[in-house]
């Protein structure tokens, strides 16, 4: 009982001087050793030592009793990796001791040869929370010495350890922050010093753009920071590759101010050339030092110091100190002098620049204003080239694009990083010309030429467009070809205009050739027509035969009127009833008509616009277009297919008209006729309109459909554009001026058919055509009028004049020499106002070329070929005064 009570009060008394004696250490050392120390009250050892953990590595910090086994060699300052030691790794991992009893019985210990002594082993880990610093490790040559007893006493130690451990710990982190710290402040405190000569040194420096006052500046600062008196500075020449002493203290460097020395030569020379400081403890042991100095100035100069005065990468010269005894300076003096060098070369550099300045201030007056001249010449090309309408292409002689201005990209569609670097007829190349153009192109510029043609280009969006090209060679000075540039003009919409301008004047040549032709046929038809009907009437019931045959002169009259109908449509000289009309109507009125004339195979399919706007036309001609298109577009579908009539309103603004000849923007209603058939070449559709042309087969059509189709609306104030590509159908899109006035759908008045009264009237006769006018006479005078004759307006007045009674009528052909049938009208009205007036003519219309003034006189009009009843009935109507 007392023997346990003594060991009790014996290890706390040891505890509590351990934890004292601990507490008390600041010192790492000297803390291991205490522990070591108070381990061997608690428990006896023979060999004991505390291994630290550091990162992944053991360190033996402290250790005691192995040199009785010759392993103190071995012990003493051992580092070795974490990993060597398998079982302190379980140790440190878990934060519980080991035993081990027998380490021969032990698979995991390692045999060294300095510790196969060792028989019993102990180990515990010195840890505070989840930190741990180390392990205590006992040794003993016996098996068995060591018992959890041990770990007992140990323990509370080991916990003491830990604490003094992490005091240490932060003692000697606070140590070390308070000697960084001070460090800092006096390296900080030593900056600032620094820095305070620099920036007084600096202002010193700049305070003059004298080169001389600059360097005696410097020199004095030199002395003032590393207490010398012999200094001198040295500036490169490099016109002659040499350094010239260009200032020198006194008094002993004084005699070498402006001794020049090649590059590499002395140590100044070495300097230049490496660019680096240079200290030169003993010259006489430096084969690099040039002795000649020495002799010039009569005195050996033992230690050197050069520094270079350096701007960026080039030296412009050397700062260098000097001393009669050797080891005079060291790296502190270099790091001294390095920063002064660097504010002093900025100074030296202005300096000398000042002075070149001053020297070649008036030449550089001229270059800067040659080149400012030179600039806004540029400034000018640049802008006028990305102003430019033309696109301007530069290349390389490989053709990659280098540039491109802003029309290029407004008309290519590709912005100029999309074009960059690519090659140009990669780029816009259409495919649409043959490769003989372009190899022409190579040749002809690589061979320094100009070439210059049409090519035709492909935009972004896959729009062909054409290009007025001129490409030419770039040369160099040395007249070396180094780029080529393109200058292209687009004309797609010149050619477009101009294709479009001499259709249009085709178109009118046509027309004009097809009016004169049906206003000459007209005047033949007449008297054929009218003798025919004359004959019919005049033979006797009996001469069926003949009367039959007469019969037949006039129906092949007809026929022929009909096609001289046509004619002066599409030329534009036949008589329009105008009327307000909505579309619609029209579409409709005709259905009946389109679907015996449509093929059940067809489909045909109508979309109106329910809210469409009225239009001014002659319905009956509208009614025409509407089934001279159907029928076309029938033909074109032979084996079946779709037919769509739509209408709808549109606007059209001045992108359409600027491709469009000839329309004017504004408000129109569109009439469609489309379908899905054969489709038109581009050559086809250049002259679908022309009076005659036919793609059917011989005897088949007219080749009139379609020009009569062009004729009306024309004459109506419209435009007509066919869109139509091969094997994918055709569109005809037929636009009418908008009508502000409304809509009626009231029917046309037809005059009742009356027989045939004549009368005992005096009627004049002017007919520049001999058959017409006999035809007229000989009708007439068959009715019992009174018939006075002249070929032109002339003689018709001169009649007048010469007739003694009243002339009742004036029967006057429109197109005649020498006086026309508005003149004779105009006249007419003045020296017999109450004579009635009938006119005709072979344009079968009041509006013609030749008389448009007829256009909004209300006068009585008779249309060649007339035929005898129709002359007749008209004649008596006009002198009732019926409408």
Known sequence: MLTAEHEQRLLAETLTEATLAIASQTNLNAILDEILRQIQRLVPYRAAHIMLLEGDKLRIGSWQGYRVFDSEKHIANLVQPLANFPLEIEAIQTKKPLII????????????????????????????????????????????????????????????????????RLFAQAQQEI???????????????????????SQTFNSTLDLDQVLTALLQEVRDLLNITAGSVWLTDSETAELVCQQATDPETKSVRFRRLPYGKGIVGWVVQHGESIIISDTRTDERH???????????????????????????????????????????DQALLEPLAVTATIAVENARLFEQAQQEIAERKRAEEE????????????????????????????????????AFE????????????????????????????????????????????????????????????????????????????????DVTRELQLEEQYHQAQKMQAIGLLAGGVAHDFNNLLTPIRGYAEMIEIELPTEQEELKELAHKIQEVSLQAATLVKQLLIFS????????????????????????????????????????????????????????????????????????????????IDDSYTASHLEVEQGEYVQLSVSDNGVGMSKDLQMRIFEPF????????????????????????????????????????????????????????????????????????????????????????????????????GVEALRITQEYSGKIHLLLTDTVMPKMGGQALVDQFRVVSPDTKILLTSGYTGKANSHNDNFVNINIAFIPKPFSAVELVQMIRAVLDDEK
Do not use: C
Request: glycine residues 6%; without cysteine; aromatic residues 6%.
């Open 101 to 168: 009893s027998d380490t021969r019985q032990e698979k995991r210990w390692i045999v060294h040869e300095e510790t196969a002594w060792v028989r019993s082993h102990l180990v515990l880990p010195i840890f505070l929370g989840d930190h741990v610093f180390g392990l205590l490790r006992l040794d003993s040559e016996k098996v068995n010495m060591f018992s959890t007893k041990d770990l007992d006493r140990l323990q509370p130690l080991a916990n003491a350890a830990a604490i003094g451990l992490e005091n240490a």
């Open 179 to 201: 000697a960084e710290r001070k460090q800092a402040e006096q390296a900080l405190q030593h900056h600032n010093k620094q820095l305070e000569q620099l920036n007084k040194a």
């Open 290 to 332: 040039y002795k000649g100095i020495d002799e010039e100035i009569g005195v050996e100069m033992r230690s050197i110091l050069s520094v270079p005065l350096r701007i960026k990468r080039r030296v412009i010269g050397v700062l260098q100190v000097v001393d009669t005894e050797p080891n005079r300076f060291d790296k502190k």
């Open 371 to 406: 080149l400012q001249l030179r600039n806004r010449q540029m400034q000018r090309l640049t802008t006028a080239i990305e102003q430019s309408v033309e696109s301007v292409i530069i290349t390389d002689t490989k053709g990659a694009i280098l540039y491109v201005n802003s």
């Open 410 to 489: 407004r008309i290519s569609g590709y912005s100029r990083a999309e074009a960059v670097n690519k090659k140009l007829g990669q780029l816009i190349r259409s495919g649409e010309q043959d490769d003989s153009v372009y190899r022409e192109i190579w040749s002809t510029i690589s061979a320094g030429k100009v070439w210059h043609g049409r090519l035709i280009n492909r935009k972004k969006d896959g729009t062909l467009y054409t290009d007025e090209a001129v490409i030419s060679p770039v040369r160099n000075e040395h007249g070396k070809v180094i780029n080529y540039v393109s200058v292209q003009r």
């Open 572 to 651: 534009r000289k036949q008589m329009t009833s105008l009327k307000v009309v909505n579309l619609n109507s029209v579409v409709d009125n005709i259905s009946q008509l389109l679907e015996r004339l449509i093929e059940e195979h067809i489909e045909v399919k109508t979309n109106l616009s329910p809210e469409l706007w009225s239009v001014k036309v002659d319905p009956t001609q509208i009614e025409q277009v509407i089934v001279n298109l159907a029928v076309n577009a029938r033909d074109a579908m032979p084996e079946g297919g779709k037919l769509t009539i739509e209408t709808k309103n549109t606007v």
């Open 693 to 792: 042309f036919t793609t059917k087969e011989e005897g088949k059509g007219t080749g009139l459909g379609l020009a009569t189709v062009f004729g009306i609306i024309k004459q109506n104030g419209g435009h007509i554009w066919v869109y139509s590509e091969l094997g994918q159908g055709s569109i005809f899109k037929v636009y009418l001026p908008r009508s502000t006035e409304k809509a009626s759908d009231s029917p046309q008045e037809k005059r009742p058919v009356k027989s045939l009264v004549g009368g005992t009237e005096t009627i004049l006769v002017v007919e520049d055509e001999p058959s017409v006018r006999n035809l007229a006479k000989f009708v007439l005078g068959k009715q019992g009028y009174k018939i006075l004759e002249a070929s032109d």
